[in-house]
């Protein structure tokens, strides 16, 4: 029961062009295109990678290596936006797009650059704990069409957060039940 949550959570995670962690990676999309996507906390934590939620507030580095030679021709922007919406990881594009002042929620713009390189890298400094949605966006090379992957992400939180709920619960029907049996039978 556990793997068909997951798989519908990595499901709906691509389907909304987000992060989703791969074997020996994290990738993120972006309409058609793709991106490895790392996070690190060198202040806190080293060489620590991660994808999405990060332990500690402070300074954090945010890296993608491109995929597609296309991604390397348009100018990709990164915002970082608190979540005003409150709807935690279950945000999208339409949330975002629903906010009333997404300036006055922004924490962390970089604008529209284009990075021959491939290596598209920025540093910001996360004073409070909480959750955010990372958001980039890339024009399509030839057509008038921009794609934007959100993700998000929680910040020094507890990460005891939905799923984890929902694990427990499932966990504890059978001992419930079982209980509850027990204590009918012996009754």
Known sequence: MMGLIL???????????????EPGSCMIKIGFYTAHF???QPENSANDEYCEDL???????FVMDY?????????VDFRIVRDASER????????????????????FYQA???????RFSVEHRFAEA????GVVSAPHPTQDTVYHAVFPFQVAGTFFDFWTVVGILLLSVPV?????HRWTTHA
Do not use: K, M, N
């Open 55 to 61: 332990p500690y507030a402070g300074q954090t580095l």
């Open 176 to 180: 419930i039940a079982y209980g509850r």
């Open 7 to 21: 798989a519908c959570t990595s499901l709906l995670a691509s389907a909304a062009g987000g992060v989703v962690g």
């Open 38 to 40: 790392t996070i690190y």
């Open 112 to 118: 529209p650059e284009a990075r021959a390189d491939g």
């Open 130 to 133: 909480g959750w955010y949605i």
């Open 67 to 75: 995929l597609h030679d296309s991604l390397r021709e348009v100018p």
């Open 88 to 107: 935690g990881q279950f945000t999208r594009w339409s949330d975002v797009q629903a906010l009333p002042d997404l300036e006055a929620q922004t924490v």
